[in-house]
């Protein structure tokens, strides 16, 4: 069923978003029409095997991030994709799919792990996270955020 543009949620161009399955909350990302892939920033990624399987270790944010939580996570489920990065090269990243949380509502997507640390936001949303979800409002900021912040008081 298609949903109409009425139906959508409308975004803006900044906003903060949760991962529950990663301990992670309230991350500054942009919002980014532009890219198909939505991006993590993460350090330490090893490609390890372990009990015979093929796993990936990686430390989500940087150590001098306030929300950094110091957490190795191993993940068995993931791809190696080809992305052209914001500098026009392609490269290969390892894409992980996890929870996030927009409006209240868990959404499952991918997100490719990348060294965002020259970036000014950690996480990136894009199209296929967007898609047949939200409509984006670039004068909009942090609609999602303020919405979590109004229940909670």
Excluded: W
């Excluded at 409308?10 to 890219?35: N, Q």
């Excluded at 920033?41 to 990686?58: A, P, T």
């Excluded at 640390?117 to 004068?139: A, H, T, W």
Aim: glycine fraction near 4%; charged fraction near 30%; hydrophobic fraction near 35%.
């Amino acid at each position: 069923m298609k949903k109409n543009k009425a139906s959508l949620k409308t975004i803006g161009s900044l906003d903060r978003v949760d991962f529950p399955l990663l301990s992670l909350a309230d991350l500054p990302c942009k919002i980014d029409t532009g890219a198909e892939t939505s991006a993590i920033h993460c350090h330490k990624v090893k490609l390890i095997e372990k009990d015979g399987e093929e796993i990936i270790s990686f430390c989500l944010l940087d150590p001098k991030h306030p929300n950094y939580n110091g957490i190795e996570f191993r993940v068995k489920d993931f791809e190696e994709k080809k992305v052209k990065s914001s500098f026009g090269q392609s490269e290969f990243r390892y894409t992980i799919r996890t929870q996030v949380i927009l409006f209240g509502e868990k959404i499952t997507a991918n997100f490719t792990l990348s060294d965002r640390e020259r970036m000014k936001y950690p996480v990136l949303l894009g199209k296929s996270l967007l898609k047949k979800r939200f409509l984006v409002d670039v004068s909009q900021i942090d609609l999602s955020y303020k919405q979590k912040v109004s229940i909670n008081l």
